[in-house]
């Protein structure tokens, strides 16, 4: 215990002013260990670094223990726990509804690529402006360990049951549907994931960013493809990531020959070190070609596969005014006696 | 497909000597997708604009093009507008059902036929009037591939001639109809001309029918259910629609795209709305509890399918409380069913629509100024009880043209409901989002984006307590649950209350009836009176959950027969579970279920029967 008294150093803030405490949740009732919740602590460190108000900012989710996890980071920004697979339509309408609100919508494996392929696919279509997150360990965490549509071919279960069918890539999916910045992480990366969910944030338009999470209750074992020790063993990162916000002096240097400098939306910058000769994220056709021939080679690629900033979102292309439809005043949303005058009109 | 089920009429011999003025029911035999329609409103309108009540009912199939359809007009000077059972004169354009159409005909009833057609040689009991179609066409129409559409409008002027219908109200309603294509408006009037000259020189008046100019439709619009509702929708401010397209809701976001269109987009050019095709009715249903999540007037428009595929989203938008309104334009189940008939099937499965405990506030509209009016109150109902409304149409209402008075413009306020500004989380400090603080049953709720720490909560379909923190504790969802009751029952108070038609003379026979059946029944009670000496007192329905005067007009009458359009009595289903116990065995069920919107006579037949006369 000291015995001088010293005076409390001020907590650190960052650009609006708020602690990294403000961007906190609820105690997690994940299990000790689970990926997600690193996913979670590197979600609070990038909006707080990025300087996010977390009033603006709402987490959508569907069901599993993916989208419990909401409830355990950023307690000062709405959250809407939907139904099984559903997150996408319920975050396209609250974009629709206040397209100022930055979603962050969370998913996982099972909700994503099972029940819920249908929403994710149109979703991905729409260039809706929002964040997808899935949080993807290969099995179904609450219903205690079945496989999912992501698990890879010959992956096997705890019981030592073997997965026969081939699992979707839902970064190859993503990037052939229409998504505008598509990348691959792993809970275990934080300096990567940090990078690419900061990265995500100063995009517009939909990011979709599939998270490898290991499951350690049901997926961490020998023969399982999405443990800590598989990834470790054979994650293949395509860049070192480095994201320099809008409002940070830019005081480094680039080698244009072996970096790729994306100007985002908000005039952040993302710099990709590239760790492969000739990757361009900005190419569709070789992003998922690459995919493909990781899956060959038993690698699990991360990194930012696909970036578009300037592609046009679903916000853009509806053509919605630029208040939030939410609270239009009623002289804007209920017409003059004149136009039903007229209406009625015609009808005669 | 005989549209008469039951030739009812006494062969009467042949008429001729009677003078029927604007007592009249038109059918149209045709072939989809053969231009009828325009013909069928052309002459609807006709009638409309020299003054006489009338009704158009469209019975088509679920299909784009060559399969049978019957379209039904019905002029009534008593005002009469439901369907009417019997066929005065049929217009026989369809070969492959004209015998059968013609053999389900009363005697006495008139026919128009395609000459080659030879219908005259099935009954002698009938009026018959020829009509060489292609003859008459290939003058007026050189162009041969336009012949097929322009053909129908021939009959037109058959009917005009025959009917006594004003050649120049037939030549405004044309002119109406083609209003930017002058060059069809012509080709079509000609045609009309030439039937009309055709029935002039060979069709001598044998048929007792006369149509003649009154004055009860000055100031009136057609229009039908689903145009009304999407106006009535745009003018309650709706801001984000949401759709997948099914028969018989599309045309109603299909008219409300075209009138956002014209009449939503700012000065700016930017649009004060979103409208979405989803990629099916699950979609559909997440963005509008989304949309209306953050504080959105948010709509979709479906039937039974979508209604069946949204029970879920219905589940969570009851126990989050999330505002939204869905209009059910209700088709004939269950599954596909008859996807081009109407029914009333949906109430009990929407009522309840969705697992668990959970019950919906239903809107019933009987009228398209009803679709117009209940877009507002579905909309504030929504939001003031934080939850769906489903207004359950159908489809003779929503596909059908109907007569109305013009619509009144919605001068209430719009009304938002229970929501917590920035400004009142400063003076309050914070909120409870799940707590009864009004003792109403319902809560206070803050939108998505409100710039206050205090203002989240999270929205979750999990158990919860009335801080919207996940709980399994059984007195937590107990003490939710019964909230939850109590704001259902506060709704009783809230929504439209019934019409009650009671004429104080007798309480022995009531009835009970909803949407579409209300132009039955209307009819039915005067057929009641005249020829069976009964009045029956009326009360039509408007909402679920149902308010005290149901209760009252229940516990008044002996005997209630509840008429409805389904099979299984659903309505009744649902008053058997809210009235008192000894009140139950008083109801009884008139049902029906053929697709076709139910008719006076069949309320009559049933009722007259059950009561032993």
Known sequence: MATTPTSTPMPKTNRIGLTVLDYRGGKTTLCAGCGHNAISERIIDAFYEMGVKPERVIKPSGIGCSSKSPAYFMSRSHSFNAVHGRMPSVATGAILANHKLLALGVSGDGDTASIGIGQFVHLMRRNLPLIYVIEDNGVYGLTKGQFSATADLGSKLKSGVSNDLPPIDTCALAIELGATFVGRSFSGDKKQLLAMLKAAIAHRGTVMLDVVSPCVTFNDHEGSTKSYKYMKDHEEPLQDINLIPAFEEIDVEYDPGTTVDVTMHDGSHLRLRKLEEDYDPTNKINAVRRLLEAHERNEVLTGVFYLNSQAPTFIDMLNITDESLATLPDSVVRPGREVLDEVMEQLR | ?613
Not at chain 2, 135 to 144: D, F, N, Q
Request: glycine residues 8%.
């Open chain 2, 1 to 613: 497909m005989a549209t008469t089920d039951v030739a009812l009429r006494e062969a009467s011999g042949r008429s001729g000597q009677k003078h029927v003025v604007n007592d009249l029911s038109i059918q149209v035999a045709t072939v989809n997708g053969s231009g009828s329609q325009s013909s069928n409103t052309v002459l609807l309108r006709s009638i409309f604009q020299m003054g006489i009540p009338v009704s158009g009912k469209n019975l088509f199939p679920s299909n784009i093009a060559g399969l049978p359809t019957w379209y039904t007009i019905r002029a009534n000077k008593d005002g009469y507008i439901a369907r009417k059972k019997e066929i005065d004169f049929l217009v026989a354009m369809n070969p492959e059902t004209a015998q059968e159409d013609v053999k389900s005909l009363a005697a006495g009833a008139v026919v128009v036929y395609d000459e080659p057609l030879n219908l005259r040689a099935l009954r002698d009991d009938l009026i018959f009037y020829a009509v060489p179609y292609d003859k008459l066409v290939a003058p007026v129409c050189p162009e041969a591939k336009l012949r097929k559409l322009v053909r129908n409008m021939i009959y037109v002027g058959v009917v005009a001639k025959l009917l006594g219908i004003e050649m120049a109200e037939v030549e405004k309603a044309i002119r109406k109809q083609f209003a930017k294509k002058v060059k069809a408006a012509n080709l079509n009037l000609a045609a009309v001309e030439a039937g009309f000259h055709h029935a002039t020189a060979t069709l001598p008046k044998q048929d007792p029918y006369f149509v003649e100019r009154s004055d009860q439709t000055a100031g009136k619009i057609i229009i039908d259910g689903n145009s009304a509702a999407a106006l009535g929708s745009m003018f309650a401010g709706v801001t984000v629609v949401t759709w997948y397209p099914i028969t018989p809701s599309s045309s109603l976001v299909e008219t409300l795209i075209d009138y956002m269109k014209e009449y939503r987009i700012g000065p700016d050019g930017k649009a004060s709305f979103a409208i979405v095709q989803a990629e099916d009715e699950l979609a559909a249903i997440g963005m509008v509890l989304g949309a209306g999540w953050a504080g959105a007037r948010a709509m979709t428009a479906t039937a039974g399918p979508g209604i069946s595929l949204m029970s879920e989203f219905a589940g969570l938008s009851y126990y989050a409380e999330v505002p939204g309104v869905v209009w059910d334009i209700q088709r004939v189940g269950p599954s596909t069913g008859l996807p081009t008939r109407t029914s009333q099937g949906d109430i009990l499965s929407t009522a309840f629509l969705s697992h668990g405990d959970t019950k919906h506030i239903l809107l019933i509209p009987s009228s398209v100024e009803e679709c117009f009016t209940m877009a507002t109150d579905a909309f504030n109902l929504a939001e003031h009880f934080q939850t769906l409304v489903f207004v359950m149409s159908d489809l003779d209402l929503g596909m059908n043209n109907w007569m109305s008075d013009p619509f009144r413009y919605p001068d209430t306020p719009i009304k938002r409901g229970k929501v917590l500004s920035k400004k009142d989380l400063d003076r309050l400090g914070g909120f409870a989002r799940y707590k009864d603080v009004d003792g109403d049953g319902i809560g206070y709720r803050t939108l998505p984006g409100t710039d206050h720490p205090a203002a989240a909560y999270f929205a979750r379909g999990s158990g919860h307590n009335e801080n919207s923190q996940y709980s399994e504790r059984p007195d937590d969802f107990e003490r939710n649950m019964e909230r939850l009751n109590r704001k259902f029952e506060t709704a009783r108070s809230f929504v439209p209350r019934p019409e009650i038609i009671e004429n104080g003379k007798s309480n022995q026979v009531g009835i009970i009836a909803y949407g579409t059946s209300h132009w039955a029944i209307l009819e039915a009670r005067d057929q009641l009176r005249k020829e069976y000496n009964l009045e029956a007192d009326y009360l039509r329905l408007k909402a679920f959950p149902f308010t005290r005067d149901v209760h009252e007009f229940i516990e008044r009458h002996e005997r209630i027969y509840v008429v409805e359009q389904n099979r299984d009595a659903q309505m009744l289903s649902l008053l058997k579970l809210d009235v008192r116990a000894d009140l139950v065995t008083r109801l009884r069920s008139i049902a029906h279920i053929h697709g076709l919107p139910l008719d006076a006579r069949s309320v009559t037949d049933e009722l007259t029967s059950m009561e032993g006369k």
